[in-house]
Structures are given as structure tokens and as C-alpha cells.
């Protein structure tokens, strides 16, 4: 109980505390770094017009990773960003592409939180590669519950439903690769219904990269 008080009070004085042990002054110490899992092998979704998009994960998602993107969506704690795409950056594979397309937020949840975690993560991308980040899906409505009785494929197209192209950006897509880009892999139905949004103005290959899986 008092080990866990301190903790707290450590967590709201000092944020800078190492996700995996508690340790002071990093958001993740060298010791816990190395505890990291690492993935290699993407994993293969495929898409409505028979392609194939190809999604690299970076972390296996343990309690430091749990915690550390807790702290990047929940916590407020938006310098986590950097730190996770520096991460990206040095110690992931990351495909030729010409643009990055965060995973977008509806607008008020948006709102709520103050910022977009996957377009802070996307935009520190942009600053290593040199390639731009472009907001070029919007989400326009938040997927409520969904019956179970729906099947995969009625599941998905509600999904697609909440996501559009922002008109300004569709003819940057078309002819180009892209990247989507979130903090979290589960199902890959999320990735998914972006990529067969994008689909729509004609890219030339569509990748998915995310922080953990
Ligand atoms: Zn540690």
C-alpha cells in the first residue's frame, strides 16, 4: 500500500520515472530498455482490391509498453511520443515510403486529449526521414458497441464507415506509398479500415508500422 502511495506520488511529481521499475529520472531506464521485445516479422493483412499491406510492430506489448503508451494517451505525458518514435527510428525496420498518415481521432476525442498520439509520433517520424506526415483521413464518427451477431466483414464496413479522405489530400495520395502510423496493433481492423479508405485515391502501396503489438 505505501510502496504503491509513493509510487503515485513519484508518478505525479516526477514523470520522468522508468516505466518497467519505477527508477528515477528516465522514462525508461537502460536496464528495462533491454528488456524490451523487439519483433522482427511483419504480419500481412489483405485489402478489398486483393493487395496486401504489410504492418511492422516494434514491441511485444508487456506492462512497460502498457504503461508507456498508457502515459502517451491517457496521462497527457505527450513528450512520450518522441521518445517511442526515436525508438521507431533507430530500432525498427521502416519501408521506403513517401507519406505518413496517422490514424486519426474523432474530434472530440480528440479535443478531450489535446492532441493526436499517432500524429505526434508521426510527426517526429517526419523530422528523422524527411518525409511529410499528412492528415489525409478523418474520423468522423466513434464506433459504438457492435452486436455480436455481426459477421468479420459487417464488422469492418462499420468500421470503414467512421473514416473518410480529407478532400484537400487526396490527389497527394494517389501514385504514392504510404505509411499509416498508430501507437497500437490488436486485431489490425483498425489499420484495416484506413487502408481500404486510402485505397480510394489510388496509392501505389499501403504499409502499416505501430509502436507495439
Ligand atoms: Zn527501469
Known amino acids: 500500500m505505501l510502496q504503491h502511495s509513493l509510487q503515485l506520488i513519484k508518478e505525479l511529481l516526477f514523470p520522468q520515472i522508468c516505466a518497467g521499475c519505477g527508477a528515477w529520472f528516465s522514462p525508461l531506464c537502460p536496464y528495462c530498455y533491454n528488456t524490451l521485445s523487439f519483433h522482427i516479422l511483419p504480419k500481412t493483412f489483405r485489402l478489398s482490391d486483393n493487395s496486401k499491406m504489410i504492418v511492422w510492430s516494434m514491441l511485444e506489448f508487456d506492462d512497460k509498453v502498457r504503461t508507456l503508451i498508457h502515459r502517451l494517451k491517457y496521462q497527457g505525458m505527450h513528450e512520450t511520443a518522441p521518445l517511442l518514435a526515436d525508438l521507431l527510428y533507430f530500432a525498427t525496420y521502416i519501408p521506403p515510403i513517401d507519406i505518413i498518415v496517422p490514424v486519426p481521432l474523432h474530434q472530440n476525442r480528440q479535443h478531450q486529449r489535446g492532441y493526436n498520439q499517432s ?28 452486436a455480436k451477431t455481426h459477421s468479420k466483414t459487417e464488422r469492418l464496413q462499420n468500421l470503414i464507415g467512421n473514416f473518410v479522405l480529407a478532400p484537400e489530400y487526396q490527389a497527394s495520395i494517389s501514385g504514392k506509398r504510404i ?32 509502436i507495439a503489438h
Open 119 to 146: 500524429e505526434l509520433l508521426a510527426n517526429r517520424l517526419t523530422h528523422h526521414l524527411q518525409t511529410p506526415t499528412i492528415p489525409a483521413l478523418l474520423k468522423i464518427a466513434d464506433s459504438g458497441q457492435q
Open 179 to 210: 505509411l499509416i502510423l498508430d501507437d497500437v496493433l490488436t486485431t489490425g481492423a483498425t489499420l484495416t479500415a484506413c487502408g481500404e479508405v486510402l485505397l480510394r485515391a489510388n496509392p501505389s502501396e499501403i504499409l502499416g508500422l505501430t
